[in-house]
């Protein structure tokens, strides 16, 4: 997908500013709404899960998107796992829960619970808060991931831990790997496409274009100790960069056929 031009033309802003940005906070209040009623009566999140899908789904056509699942069987190979993507930009979220075929928990920025109607969903959803600027916190909520993943609750987690300013991959941080190695669950690395370009850090117009969400072989934990933390940070991270290069990959595949012939 192109860049969007710089600076955004006139029609994309005015877009934005007349249609996507008045229609996504209608959703978002309406979605909020009901789903904040639904919680009063049902503990288990799945209605509240399903408004949310409901509600990403409104918000991807809203920006006038559509999404591409590649390696949609990856994502149903295991019932429990943690999910790890790359994060590039706000429509991340949204993308991530129309995506994913299954309930799950979503670990999140701390930040994001004072945001009215996004912030009182992830509370009244079970969503995970994580404050990566306290380690002792962040210690208590990855407790509370393995928890919700030993309970058979999949979890998805954006290691990188915020979203990316240039749209390259930023260093990432531990915590999918040892949610993972605790709960002694795989791993299923993601890589999304697009949504960069679509709503980049610093901007808040849109620039409508096809998305993509790759999911990748889920790498297995079964007797990793935590001492492999980094190891299998490494081999997440590896995997989301060669997920966001499938040339790369199937340049791979055909070196292996030939080597093997």
């Known amino acids: 997908m192109s860049r969007p031009p710089t600076p955004l033309t006139r029609y994309h802003r005015w877009r934005t500013n007349a249609f996507n940005i008045p229609v996504m906070t209608v959703m978002t209040i309406a979605c909020g709404s009901v789903s904040l009623f639904f919680s009063l009566f049902e503990k288990s999140g799945r209605v509240q899960h399903s408004i949310a899908r409901l509600w990403a789904r ?4 809203a920006a006038g998107c559509t999404v591409t699942i590649h390696g949609r069987e990856n994502l149903l190979k295991h019932p429990v796992a943690v999910y790890a993507s790359n994060h590039t930009s706000y429509m991340d979220t949204p993308v991530i829960f129309a995506s994913l075929p299954f309930q799950f928990r979503i670990l999140a920025k ?13 509370d ?3 969503q995970i808060p994580i404050d990566t600027r306290n380690p002792r916190a962040s210690l208590s909520s990855l ?3 393995v928890k919700a993943l030993r309970s058979g609750m999949p979890l998805f987690v954006f290691p990188e831990g915020g979203r990316t300013p240039d749209g390259e991959l930023q260093t990432f941080l531990s915590g999918a790997a040892f949610l993972a190695i605790r709960a002694q669950v795989p791993l299923v690395p993601i890589a999304l496409g697009g949504v960069y370009d679509l709503l ?3 901007t808040r117009h849109l620039y409508p274009g096809p998305l993509e969400l790759r999911a990748g072989e889920p790498i297995d934990t079964t007797g990793m100790t935590l001492r492999q933390t980094d190891e299998l940070t490494e081999r997440l991270r590896s995997a989301i960069r060669a997920l966001r290069n499938p040339a790369s990959i199937a340049t791979a595949n055909e070196l292996s056929t030939i080597a093997q012939a």
């Open 110 to 122: 701390k930040e994001l619970w004072p945001i009215v109607f996004i912030g009182w969903y992830l």
């Open 58 to 61: 409104l918000l991807v056509w």
């Open 124 to 126: 009244r959803s079970g």
């Open 200 to 202: 980049p850090m610093g």
């Open 143 to 145: 407790a509370g991931g």
